[in-house]
């Protein structure tokens, strides 16, 4: 570990785990835990891939369907709003390469509300960060 973010910034690290849970709260868990697998799949976080599959499962998530996830355009396996929900994850993951497409929002804004709406995308935000610090902070998977 190349820091110990939480001892050097206990407030910062407080706020942002107080932000993150506000975030998904207007959320199912099960879709708020796939989403934050998906993009940490996509960001090779390894601490917080096993963090939320772990909290995906413990959601009620189905360990076949966590293993298809990286996968998930050709799996049957995943509903109309948990494929919209994980386009715009890999849209807002993957923010430089194309933005995100007004196809892919549409999509969402088709199965998720405004509320709803709102807290997927802080929440995709939330693991994005996350994602980040713990990789330049050389946080150890396990």
Known sequence: MRIDLHGAAPGVHA????????????????????????ASQLNGCAVCLGLHTRAALEAGEDAERLHT????????????????ALALTESMTRIAEAGVPEEVFDAAREHFDETALAHLLWTIAAINVWNRVAIAAGLPAG
């Not at 998904?24 to 879709?31: F, I, K, V, Y």
């Not at 996830?69 to 919209?84: H, I, M, Q, V, Y």
């Open 15 to 38: 706020a942002m785990a107080r932000f993150d849970a506000a975030a998904s709260r207007e959320l199912d868990p099960a879709l708020a835990e796939l989403v934050r697998v998906r």
């Open 69 to 84: 996830l990286a996968l998930w355009r050709d799996s049957t396996l995943f509903t109309g709003p948990e494929r919209a």
